[in-house]
């Protein structure tokens, strides 16, 4: 069985890219928002990290919801997955190569996208690429599982696209990807704590914008590594070979199963740091420091001298 993985994975990478679609989620539709932002924000420099988190969050919504949970519909519909059902094969090396060729497509665009935020906007180089890829690598995880599952709960394409608007549009506006969450009212910043993509938003900027490392994102890594898990193991029991395999009527309610790690997040997140309209809470307010609080490790401290700030970006 697991000596099946390594030949579908290469078989969906050169089935995916043959597929425009494919191209253009992973790189054109996020380019396009890149090049939109960034001049509409005037972002150049240190700034343009935000817009860069925002858009390389945008792609991995696209890789994992589009990406899985329409392909493997179509497969299904196509009556591909039903040629594997004759064959010595589970699910779980299909829903493994699923994930893996997500990811291995998206790679590119990650370093992509940092090259012409660098050489057209001056954006800084990231100083930790293992926090960035490990930070993206649980992104596109987490999303391709939630994408799998709405894959295996759809009898249709039709169905399918309907199912993956409720989660997309909620997660790409309301989670910060399209838009900064300090522009969002009070309730609205309340509600995107509830969001997955919320926090892949902010660890990716902190990451870009701060050279943030990876153990201070730890619960939101944590988080995306338990819905990566919890979505595959769902994925695999309410997976169906044919369209007209039964669906257990409990089968939809699968999906609030692999969000329950975020909404435990957001509860935490609330309880410490309650938002406020206009101004954005840090995810990990214990690290900020007041900026006119002298520190003890500043040497410039008490000699009249305010310590250096972190930038701030245009919103």
Known sequence: ????????????????????????????????????????LDAHGEAC?????????????????????????????????RRFRVTPISPTPILLASVVTGWLLYLPALGLLCALAHWIYGMPLPTRWVSLLLLTSCGIWAFRAIG???????????????????????????????IPVELLPA???????????YYLVSSMQNALGHGDPAAWHGAEI?????????????????????????????ARWYLAA??????ALGIWQLATAPPTAGTRTPTH?????????????DPAAGCGRRPPRRPTFPV
């Open 148 to 178: 799998l599952i709405v894959a295996s709960v759809v009898n249709g394409v039709q169905e399918s696209t309907v199912l993956i608007q409720l989660l997309y549009m909620p997660m790409l506006f309301l989670g910060g990807a399209a």
């Open 187 to 197: 309730w609205a910043q309340v509600a995107a704590r509830f969001v997955p993509s």
């Open 1 to 40: 069985m697991w000596r099946a993985l390594p030949a579908l994975i290469l078989t969906d990478l050169r089935l995916a890219l043959r597929m425009r679609t494919v191209v253009f989620f992973n790189y054109l539709f996020p380019l396009m928002f890149f090049f939109a932002f960034a001049e509409f």
């Open 49 to 81: 990290a935000q817009v860069a988190g925002m858009v390389l969050v945008i792609g991995i919504l696209g890789n994992g919801l589009w990406g899985a949970g329409m392909r493997l519909v179509q497969e299904r519909e196509a009556n591909i997955l």
């Open 285 to 297: 307010p214990e690290r900020i420091t007041p900026p006119d609080t002298p520190s003890s490790a």
């Open 258 to 263: 692999v969000l329950a790690p975020f909404l």
């Open 222 to 250: 944590a988080a995306l590594l338990l819905a990566t898990g919890v979505g595959l193991s769902i994925a695999r029991q309410a997976f169906r070979w044919e369209k007209d395999d039964p669906l257990s009527p409990r």
